[in-house]
């Protein structure tokens, strides 16, 4: 078990540049959600998925903001046209939820993402 | 909706000493509990999870906690830290059924020699 990973884990573009970031979760794990971080905050949630159906999506992922997650495995996370107030930490997290019920969400190391 | 409340943002103990970080939530739907500590540019961890059962829950690098249903409360608890404890730390709750958590600002536990 390597638990979850993210890639790349800092990346620094410029304001209206396109960015993607992937998250391997880990295996047998069906539920995938994504998270964003910003300095002094806890996490805020922003949208998950059981295995290939993205299930729900924050208000705060605006349409600029895409998730898929194609076969049910990896996931990637695409921000397009970034702002500077997109600039946080993305964390991804998986969980193994059985009957419908949650269960305990492991996290990735994060991305940390910078727009200047 | 529910919502979890850290009464500390930053929290300075002297190494040995006993601590207690607060989280209070509020929700209109069974929950489940959870701590975790974050260290500078990494992710969470889970320090330990409170799903039914015995309200003490235990978790790992010697901390505890204890959910209190009438006071919609989930105190963390360490009878004495090290320095390697100095993190951030997070409370969050889980819909039963949901899944997504909601957390709290964070607590900064700096422990001091």
């Known amino acids: 078990d390597t638990g979850v990973s993210q890639n790349p884990r800092h990346k620094i573009t410029k304001r209206g540049q396109n960015v993607t970031f992937r998250c391997d979760p880990i295996s047998e794990h069906n539920r995938l959600y994504w998270y964003r971080q910003t300095l002094g905050q806890g996490p805020e949630f922003l949208t998950y998925f059981q295995n290939e159906a993205q299930l729900e999506k924050s208000r705060l992922l605006s349409d600029r903001f895409s998730a898929e997650r194609p076969k049910g495995s990896f996931s990637t996370l695409e921000i397009q046209r970034t702002e500077q107030g997109d600039s946080a930490m993305y964390l991804c997290?998986?969980?193994?939820?059985?009957?419908?019920?949650?269960?305990?969400?492991?996290f990735g190391p994060g991305t940390r993402l910078l727009v200047l | 909706a529910q919502s979890v409340t850290q009464l500390d943002s930053q929290v300075p103990v002297f190494e040995e000493a006993p601590v207690e970080l607060r989280c209070n939530y509020s929700s209109s739907v069974s929950v489940y509990l959870f701590w975790y500590v974050q260290y500078p540019n990494q992710g969470l961890q889970l320090l330990l999870k409170?799903?039914?059962?015995?309200?003490l829950v235990k978790g790992i690098n010697g901390f505890e906690a204890e959910f209190n249903k009438s006071q919609t409360s989930f105190h963390l608890r360490k009878p004495s830290v090290h320095i390697s404890d100095t993190a951030e730390y997070f409370c969050a709750v889980t819909n039963t059924n949901a899944g997504k958590s909601t957390f709290g600002d964070g607590t900064t536990l700096t422990v001091k020699p």
């Open positions: 997290a998986s969980s193994l939820t059985t009957g419908g019920k949650a269960e305990t969400q492991y």
């Open positions: 409170y799903l039914s059962g015995s309200t």
